[in-house]
C-alpha cells in the first residue's frame, strides 16, 4: 500500500468517526457546558493516556518547548471544544458545521497577518465566494425553526479558534501538536467544569457519553495520522465530506430539517471551498512532477 493510500483511509475514517459528534450533543440529555465536560475529558484523557503508553512524556516535553505557540495552540484547541458543544446546542447542525468549514478562509486571513505569508488569488476568489455564503446562512438563522444567530456566531468562533491553533502550530510545525489536543481538551474540561453538572447525565445515557468521547478520541488519533501522508488540499476535500454528512445524519435520525438558507448558504461554502481544494492539488502534483526525476536525469 503506498502512502498516499495510507493517508487517505486513515484521514477518511478520522473525518467519519467526527461526523456523527454533533449528533451525540443532541442525543445527550445534559446541558451543554455538561455535555462539553465529559466531552473533553474522556477524548482529551484518552488521547493523553495513547501517547503516554506510545511514547511515553517525551511528546509532552517537546509540547512544552514551543513557547507561546503551544500556548495560542493549546487555548484554541480547548476553546473550540467548548464553543463547538454550546453552538451545537443553541443552532442547528447544518448552520454549524457550514460555519466550521469556513476554517481554511480564517486561517489564511491570520497566516497573512501573524506570519505574513502571501494571501495568493485562488485564496482571495475562495474568501469572496464564502462570505456570501456565511451571510445567507445568518439570514436564514432569523427565519429557520431551531436556528439562531448566537449560535451562529459561536460556529464562527470555534471556526477562529481552531485557525489559530492551526496557524501556531505552523510556526512550530517540526513538533507533533498532538499533546497540544490532549491538554487543550484536559484544559477545556477544567474551564467549565464549576459551570457544569457532571453527575446530572442519566444513567442511561452513560454509554452514549462514553460513546462520544471515544468517537473523538478515534477522530483526533485517525486525523492526527493520516495528515502526515497526505497534502493539505487532500485533507480539505476529506473533511468537507463532514460538512455534507452530518447534517444528513441529524435529519435521518432526529428529522433536524437544516432549512432551505442553511443548505442555500451551505452549498455556496462547500463548493467554493471544493474548488480551492482541487485547484490546490492540481498545482501540487503538477510541481511535484514538475519536481520528479525524469528517466534520464541525474536525481542528484
Same mark, same amino acid.
Given at each position: 500500500?503506498?502512502?498516499? %493510500?495510507? *493517508? @487517505?483511509?486513515?484521514?477518511?475514517? $478520522?473525518?467519519?468517526?467526527?461526523?456523527?459528534? &454533533? !449528533?451525540?450533543?443532541? +442525543?445527550?440529555?445534559?446541558?451543554?457546558?455538561?455535555?462539553?465536560?465529559?466531552?473533553?475529558?474522556?477524548?482529551?484523557?484518552?488521547?493523553?493516556?495513547?501517547?503516554?503508553?506510545?511514547?511515553?512524556?517525551?511528546?509532552?516535553?517537546?509540547?512544552?518547548?514551543?513557547?507561546?505557540?503551544?500556548?495560542?495552540?493549546?487555548?484554541?484547541?480547548?476553546?473550540?471544544?467548548?464553543?463547538?458543544?454550546?453552538?451545537?446546542?443553541?443552532?442547528?447542525?447544518?448552520?454549524?458545521?457550514?460555519?466550521?468549514?469556513?476554517?481554511?478562509?480564517?486561517?489564511?486571513?491570520?497566516?497573512?497577518?501573524?506570519?505574513?505569508?502571501?494571501?495568493?488569488?485562488?485564496?482571495?476568489?475562495?474568501?469572496?465566494?464564502? %462570505?456570501? *455564503? @456565511?451571510?445567507?446562512?445568518?439570514? $436564514?438563522?432569523?427565519?429557520?425553526?431551531?436556528? &439562531? !444567530?448566537?449560535?451562529? +456566531?459561536?460556529?464562527?468562533?470555534?471556526?477562529?479558534?481552531?485557525?489559530?491553533?492551526?496557524?501556531?502550530?505552523?510556526?512550530?510545525?517540526?513538533?507533533?501538536?498532538?499533546?497540544?489536543?490532549?491538554?487543550?481538551?484536559?484544559?477545556?474540561?477544567?474551564?467549565?467544569?464549576?459551570?457544569?453538572?457532571?453527575?446530572?447525565?442519566?444513567?442511561?445515557?452513560?454509554?452514549?457519553?462514553?460513546?462520544?468521547?471515544?468517537?473523538?478520541?478515534?477522530?483526533?488519533?485517525?486525523?492526527?495520522?493520516?495528515?502526515?501522508?497526505?497534502?493539505?488540499?487532500?485533507?480539505?476535500?476529506?473533511?468537507?465530506?463532514?460538512?455534507?454528512?452530518?447534517?444528513?445524519?441529524?435529519?435521518?435520525?432526529?428529522?433536524?430539517?437544516? *432549512?432551505?438558507?442553511?443548505?442555500?448558504? $451551505?452549498?455556496?461554502?462547500?463548493?467554493?471551498?471544493?474548488?480551492?481544494?482541487?485547484?490546490?492539488?492540481?498545482?501540487?502534483?503538477?510541481?511535484?512532477?514538475?519536481?520528479?526525476?525524469?528517466?534520464?536525469?541525474?536525481?542528484?
Amino acid at each position: 500500500m503506498s502512502d498516499q %493510500l495510507r *493517508g @487517505l483511509i486513515i484521514t477518511f475514517f $478520522g473525518v467519519l468517526f467526527v461526523v456523527p459528534d &454533533s !449528533l451525540f450533543v443532541r +442525543l445527550i440529555d445534559a446541558d451543554a457546558l455538561t455535555i462539553a465536560f465529559w466531552r473533553l475529558l474522556l477524548a482529551g484523557g484518552g488521547t493523553a493516556v495513547w501517547l503516554l503508553l506510545r511514547k511515553g512524556a517525551t511528546p509532552f516535553a517537546a509540547l512544552s518547548r514551543t513557547g507561546r505557540y503551544g500556548v495560542i495552540y493549546v487555548a484554541g484547541v480547548g476553546a473550540s471544544g467548548v464553543f463547538f458543544v454550546v453552538a451545537v446546542s443553541l443552532t442547528s447542525v447544518a448552520n454549524v458545521v457550514f460555519i466550521i468549514a469556513s476554517l481554511p478562509v480564517f486561517a489564511a486571513i491570520f497566516s497573512k497577518v501573524f506570519l505574513g505569508e502571501r494571501f495568493s488569488p485562488r485564496m482571495m476568489m475562495t474568501c469572496a465566494a464564502v %462570505l456570501p *455564503g @456565511l451571510a445567507v446562512i445568518a439570514y $436564514g438563522s432569523g427565519e429557520t425553526e431551531g436556528a &439562531s !444567530l448566537k449560535g451562529d +456566531l459561536l460556529a464562527l468562533g470555534v471556526s477562529a479558534c481552531f485557525a489559530a491553533a492551526l496557524t501556531a502550530a505552523r510556526r512550530v510545525r517540526n513538533t507533533s501538536m498532538v499533546p497540544g489536543v490532549a491538554v487543550g481538551y484536559l484544559l477545556g474540561a477544567v474551564a467549565v467544569l464549576p459551570f457544569a453538572a457532571p453527575f446530572s447525565v442519566p444513567s442511561g445515557q452513560v454509554a452514549l457519553v462514553l460513546a462520544h468521547a471515544g468517537f473523538i478520541l478515534a477522530s483526533s488519533v485517525l486525523l492526527a495520522q493520516g495528515p502526515r501522508y497526505i497534502t493539505s488540499a487532500e485533507v480539505g476535500l476529506l473533511v468537507l465530506l463532514e460538512s455534507v454528512l452530518a447534517p444528513l445524519l441529524a435529519w435521518m435520525v432526529i428529522d433536524e430539517n437544516p *432549512g432551505a438558507h442553511a443548505v442555500l448558504g $451551505g452549498m455556496i461554502v462547500i463548493g467554493a471551498l471544493l474548488v480551492s481544494n482541487i485547484v490546490a492539488l492540481r498545482r501540487e502534483r503538477r510541481r511535484r512532477a514538475t519536481a520528479a526525476p525524469g528517466p534520464f536525469r541525474n536525481p542528484r
